[in-house]
């Protein structure tokens, strides 16, 4: 046998034995995890049957596992969550636009149930409960160690009943009592009126199967209104809580591309292949290229900041107010037997310029805090973020770094009486104005 066939029998076995060893060596990696979930599985089976026999009251089977599985989801972050059947068919009424309730977008932070934001023309508006009041009792039931799910199902109920929420509001020293009557939210997703000539206010509440037709019949009537095209809009989604993406990606792709082409709106990044997703704009009608200013606050999350973030990052829009909430997470609602469904973060949203949203929110162009224009100061609660919320997903931003706003101590100017009392919207028909003299301009951003 000659030297050069020894020496590729040599470095055959040497291949063939590395790949046995790295497939043993996989195997072995398979079979641990396997063993690993087996004991985990069966030290749970060993606490449930324990508890079943020694608990010194007798405990619900359905009530024990659900609380349980609960449990485990709450554990990853504050958004996923096992539904129960009423809780998960209230939730599919709710993004259809009509429910009974108070109208408030909720969340958990530092283990206290926390409003992220009331929802316009509802009761809890209107009493003046404001993002960031901690629900401390709800009737007479104080709310630590209620879940979310459980609060939210104390809070609902039919229309004309009465429901008290004691609220906590930082910078005040006392609690506050508010006395709420519940009624059907039957919440207009979308509102607008002409500011003056030429420029027009679109209002988004929040994302619902049909905002996306709003929007487009919303934009004609102001045209309609104007009596000609407009030379301006302001989109506001300020407490702006989010909604169906579905709907996002149509308003977006009203404002992106053009009749020829389209243009990415958001993308999709998780553990699995079906969780990468690119969401451009589809072909069609377009509105013309008016310069728009889109006013957010702490309010504004997650299909708010998407939109926000696209307008944002294609130049088409030039942001303004102060930073939001920062929820850039995907849920994946899955229906599960009897009923039920499991929420579950599967995926992290991305801006076009390959931004992450989670955690970090949409830092506005320009920077304009709400002042009270009466007596120029600025709120004193703080606003609140997801970065606050315990658990939350961290991620660190691997796209175009986002160059930080200016934060400025404005003077307030007079205000025009239709817009007395909202400085931020004040401000932006400012800027539209002036968007309008110099032809359009909108802010260089890193690319």
């Not at 942001?319 to 929820?327: E, I, P």
């Not at 709400?370 to 709120?379: F, M, R, T």
């Amino acid at each position: 046998m000659t030297k050069r066939v020894k020496r590729f029998l040599l470095l055959a076995t040497g291949v063939t034995i590395a790949i046995l060893a790295v497939m043993a060596s996989m195997q072995f990696v398979a079979r641990t995890v396997n063993r690993s979930d087996q004991y985990y599985l069966e030290l749970f089976k060993q606490v449930i049957s324990r508890v079943n026999e020694s608990y010194v009251e007798k405990v619900e089977s359905k009530k024990l596992m659900q609380s349980a599985i609960n449990g485990m989801l709450t554990s990853l972050d504050p958004h996923s969550a096992y539904l129960p059947p009423e809780p998960f068919k209230e939730m599919n009424i709710e993004m259809s636009g009509s429910f009974g309730g108070l109208g408030i977008e909720i969340t958990m932070k530092d283990g206290r149930l926390t409003v992220v934001s009331p929802i316009e023309d509802t009761p809890a508006f209107r009493a003046g409960i404001k993002p960031n009041d901690h629900i401390v009792k709800i009737d007479d039931k104080p709310t630590h160690g209620l879940t979310i799910t459980e609060s939210v199902k104390r809070m609902r109920g039919p229309e004309g009943t009465r429901v008290t929420l004691t609220i906590l509001r930082e910078g005040n020293p006392k609690l506050l009592v508010f006395p709420l009557v519940r009624a059907i939210i039957q919440t207009k997703s979308v509102k607008h009126r002409v500011l003056e000539p030429g420029y027009g206010l679109l209002r988004i509440n929040q994302f619902q199967q049909h905002t996306g037709e709003e929007v487009v019949a919303a934009l004609d009537k102001l045209r309609s209104q104007n009596g000609g095209p407009l030379k301006g809009l302001i989109i506001d989604l300020r407490n702006n809580p989010g909604g169906l993406l579905e709907s996002c990606i149509q308003v977006a792709g009203r404002f992106l591309g053009d009749r020829l082409d389209n243009g990415l709106i958001v993308s999709t990044r998780g553990r699995i292949p079906s969780a990468n997703q690119e969401l451009t704009a589809s072909i069609g009608e377009k509105e013309p290229p008016y310069p728009i200013v889109v006013l957010i606050n702490g309010g504004s999350a997650s299909a708010s900041e998407i939109l926000a973030g696209a307008l944002q990052d294609h130049k088409r829009a030039i942001v303004m107010g102060t930073q939001s909430f920062g929820k850039g997470s995907v849920q994946s609602v899955i229906p599960l037997r009897d009923g039920a469904g499991l929420k579950l973060t599967t995926a992290l949203y991305y801006t076009p310029n390959g931004r992450s949203i989670q955690a970090k929110g949409i830092t506005p162009d320009i920077i304009v805090g709400n002042v009270d224009l009466k007596g120029a100061k600025k709120e004193t609660a703080p606003e609140l973020h997801e970065k606050d919320l315990d658990g939350h997903i961290d991620v660190p931003d691997k796209g175009a770094p986002q160059t930080p706003a200016p934060t400025t101590s404005p003077t307030p100017a007079k205000p025009d009486s239709d817009l007395a009392g909202d400085y931020q919207l004040s401000r932006a028909r400012e800027l539209l104005r002036g968007l309008d003299v110099m032809g359009g301009l909108t802010p260089s951003r890193t690319k």
